[in-house]
């Protein structure tokens, strides 16, 4: 049985799936059912200083794609809107009743140091094990000039992260917004300011649907909309590039990730950890499920590392980095060609229609007067497409044809930059 | 209910909250969001197989993909523009021998895309609402006549009346619709048939005349003069006769009679069955007559048919519908004697078929005896050919007693066509029917423009 315990910056917990800030983990309440259930470790809600926001009715807009209630999910929530130390006297009574697990809290007050100094006493006084800098909120706290108002300057980044690391002995994790061109700048400035870790993604700026009817952006309040974050299974990749480019950074390397994005699987979760990440944390799931989920998680993950013979977290961490490169790297002399199963085949013909209409014309429909959908290997360049539309499971496979020669585009001979070999 | 040792024939067998419940729509209509669901299951197939297995070549995929965006105008347009009988077709279709049972969805572990079902989502609220799809184009002054206003009459009607034509339509009986208002069970088919009619009609240009049969009140040669064309689709008024006896004997029925008062009765405990109800056929008639008389609170009702289960024309569908219905099925067996007592039918005798070599049907000379009140008769219709001869000469050529038509629909008789069931040599399905109606409307109209042509030229 794998051993899925963690120490994330010197935070200790039973397992690496760690809820997100986010509503739900907004109370004692959430977060004690969240323990109860199994979870290793919660990231509660954003605290702000007082008075406390208020937030609009109307908050969650659902991107809806075949069936899939929630293929992606945005907010217009903003942080905790209740006072200030109901939250903490709650933190601190939750942390007592389940030291071992993870409680983190996360920030966000204006970007000056008397606001961060005034804050970071009182949570500490709770007995929180770290906290987490929300520089990625995208939308209403960022037009006060906080969440990825700061996020987006990687020199503010680097300010306030100095500043938390000067008034507080806690372990300290910030929290990258993806709205930005390189995500490495920030995670740069995070680690020259001081940080423990970063922690990324958080939602990405997002307007869901536009309701037709009300011609009106949704989550629509009052006739109004506004953009929003989009979180969900539709923002992994985005999140799992983002996280592959500060793990291969020679500036960033070895920094702390706390992976966020789309996670509701153990699978996704393997899939970030492979890339570095040393926990991850998970939302929009639990709140289209609940905290049950993570009992497949914790099981499902703890099977696989079974199965694979890796016995802790570490033994598989950060094995996918080294794989991930420029595509200047990449060899040009590997060959394959999609074979399509014959024995497997329904007869559906989508990827001739894929492939003679966008790809190459490399798939016939015909043969002797009959349906029949065969691959032209001379046409085929082996891009993928017809094995990804191909509804059938392992009826298209693409098979390896080159002599397993290399040569990759810094020595090819149309690359007028080339290396002279 | 006392029960009588012959002729134990009664309304009302059962209460009427059962038999509402027993007559109501056998398949009910899918919400959006079970539609929703169902479309999301369709691959969107190129060259899809399911529109090769339609005889009214609709296209299927594009229909449904047309659900799935709520584009439900667009569904509906290309279903009708196909088949004006979809919504009918929804229904009645033997969908798993055509579209669905070629669906690439089918294998062991999966079951095709609900295209009827779907189709039905797709079409219903056109014909609940009377939504204008189609428009007239400009008066041609041509005058085509349609014998017959079933779906192959009215599919010719409709898309001749497209065109442009002026169509009348002569139908014997007092409504129309053809079998989809007289030949199909109840509950396949609830509160739907003439709206049918009514939607189809509102496109203009056609005028349908009830009561007028051909041979009785309309004389072919008579309409070839008054019209610039003719368009046979009087279907197959004619049923069978078994052979053994007074088929007259109290207690034995033709199935298409029995379903046509079923299907027109307001208040079905009205409508008397047997308690103990045997039918002879094989095809969706039987079928229907039989599941019917077990649905009217027939306590036996026993199907036989002469050749196996594989011969049947009815598919394994409504067979399987006919065994979990409680219909107790023999095969290979044929009726050999009407059984009577008091002058009133009191069982049938049955003989033990066998095939030979050659595939002909044997008697095996073994008898058994099944007690019935009621004999229900579905071994075909056949086509009445009154209209078809005058004066003692036929007017166009039959073949195996059907109207002999070519490639485009036309018979022997110059200006005049024929489709649906009064032809012969194809299913004989309604959306078999709706695509001959099309096609020979194609036929006709390609025949009178090209008149035209000739005495503008």
Known sequence: ?421 | MARKETGDIAAGRLDPAQLARNFSDVSPPLDRQRALIEASRCHFCFDAPCIQACPTAIDIPGFIRAISTDNLRGAALKILDANIFGGQCARVCPTEILCEGDCVRNSPEEKPVEIGALQRYATDWVIRDRVALFTRAAATGKRVAVVGAGPAGLSCAHALAMRGHEVEVFEARAKSGGLNEYGIAAYKVVDFSQHEVEWLLSIGGIRVHHGKALGRDLALSQLRRDFDAVFLAMGLAGVNAMGIGDERLPGVRDAVDFIEELRQAEDKARVPVGRRVVVIGGGNTAIDAAVQSKRLGAERVTLVYRRSAEAMSATDHEQAFATAEGVHVIHCAQPAELLSSHGVLSGVRFEHTRVDGSGRLQGCCEFFDLEADMLLKAIGQVLLTDGLSEGGIDLLRLEKGRIAVDANAATSLAGVWAGGDCVGGKTDLTVQSVADGKHAAAAIHEALTADREIQHG
């Open chain 1, 1 to 421: 049985m794998a051993d899925l315990r963690t120490n994330f910056v010197g935070v200790s917990s039973p397992n690496p799936f760690w809820l997100a800030s986010a509503p739900p983990t907004d109370k004692a309440y959430n977060v004690i059912r969240a323990f109860e259930a199994g979870w290793g470790g919660v990231v509660w809600k954003t605290l702000g200083l007082d008075p406390p926001v208020v937030n609009v009715s109307s908050r969650y807009g659902a991107v809806q794609w075949n069936g899939q209630r929630i293929a992606g999910l945005n907010n217009i929530e903003l942080i905790s809107d209740r006072p200030l130390k109901i939250n903490l006297d709650e933190i601190r009574q939750v942390k007592r009743e389940w030291p071992d697990r993870a409680m983190v809290v996360s920030l966000m007050v204006p970007c000056d140091e008397a606001s961060w100094r005034s804050i970071l006493p009182m949570v500490e006084d709770t007995g929180a094990d770290a906290v987490e800098l929300n520089f990625g909120c995208p939308h209403g706290m960022s037009e006060r000039g906080m969440g990825a108002a700061v996020g987006q300057v990687p020199e503010y980044i680097q300010m306030v992260a100095a500043w938390v690391k000067q008034y507080s002995k806690l372990p300290c994790i910030v929290k990258l917004t993806p709205n930005i061109t390189d995500i490495r700048w920030p995670a740069r400035a995070a680690k020259k300011g001081g940080t423990d870790a970063v922690s990324l993604i958080n939602t990405i700026n997002s307007i869901t649907t536009i309701d037709l009817d009300l011609m009106a952006p949704t989550p629509t309040v009052d006739g109004k909309g506004t953009h929003g974050g989009y979180c969900g299974p539709a923002v992994r990749p985005i999140a799992l590039n983002m996280v592959a480019e500060i793990a291969r950074d020679p500036e960033t390397r070895g920094l702390p990730i706390s992976a966020i994005g789309g996670i509701g699987t153990w699978r996704d979760a393997a899939e970030f950890i492979a890339l570095g990440a040393g926990n991850v944390q998970v939302c929009t799931a639990a709140m289209h499920y609940g905290f049950r989920i993570v009992e497949d998680m914790i099981s499902g993950l703890s099977n696989w590392m079974d199965s694979k013979g890796y016995r802790t977290i570490e033994d598989f961490r950060g094995r996918a980095i080294r794989n991930v490169t420029d595509w200047k790297f990449l060899n040009l002399k590997y060959d394959i060609k999609a074979l399509i199963n014959q024995d497997l085949c329904i007869q559906c013909g989508l990827c001739h229609i894929a492939c003679e209409d966008t790809a190459h014309q490399a798939i016939s429909r015909e043969k002797d007067g009959q349906r029949h959908f065969e691959v032209d290997n001379d046409e085929c360049v082996g891009c993928n497409l017809c094995m990804h539309v191909c509804p059938v499971d392992d009826c298209i496979t693409m098979q390896r044809v080159d002599d397993g020669s290399f040569q990759n585009w810094t020595t090819h001979p149309n690359n007028p930059m080339a290396e002279k070999a």
